[in-house]
Nanobody
Framework: QMQLAESGGGLVQSGESLRLTCVASGRNFHWYGVGWFRQVPGKEREGVAVIKSSDDSTYYADFVNGRFTISKDNAKNTVYLQMNNLKPEDTAVYYC????????????????????WGQGTQVTVSS
């Protein structure tokens, strides 16, 4: 059973950076497609960035606009999300997700297509 645990959230000011970390416990992590999603109260969970299991290609939501970078270290069973130039609208609970294989869609799959989730980490950006 794959289990995920996020860390690295916190309170920052607009323009600052954070790096989120997701550590996976389970076998064959390198087979998994992984991603970061976020959610604010009253809104549906939305995709931020994903890495596809087929070829390690990456996809980002339009609102990222070059500010975030997702990466995966299979040797450490870890996924990262480097977030730069954070904005108040980035405030949300950020979740790590994994599934095998990645859903066969172009771009960021809907969150419902991922099987494994972490508990989430709060990111708050003040103006």
């Amino acid at each position: 059973q794959m289990q995920l645990a996020e860390s690295g959230g916190g309170l920052v000011q607009s323009g600052e950076s954070l790096r989120l970390t997701c550590v996976a416990s389970g076998r064959n992590f390198h087979w998994y497609g992984v991603g970061w999603f976020r959610q604010v109260p009253g809104k549906e969970r939305e995709g931020v960035a994903v890495i596809k299991s087929s070829d390690d290609s990456t996809y980002y939501a339009d609102f990222v606009n070059g500010r975030f970078t997702i990466s995966k270290d299979n040797a450490k069973n870890t996924v990262y999300l480097q977030m730069n130039n954070l904005k108040p609208e980035d405030t949300a609970v950020y979740y790590c997700a994994a599934t095998v294989p990645s859903p066969p869609v172009i771009g960021i799959p809907r969150y419902t297509l991922y099987d494994h989730w972490g508990q989430g980490t709060q990111v708050t950006v003040s103006s």
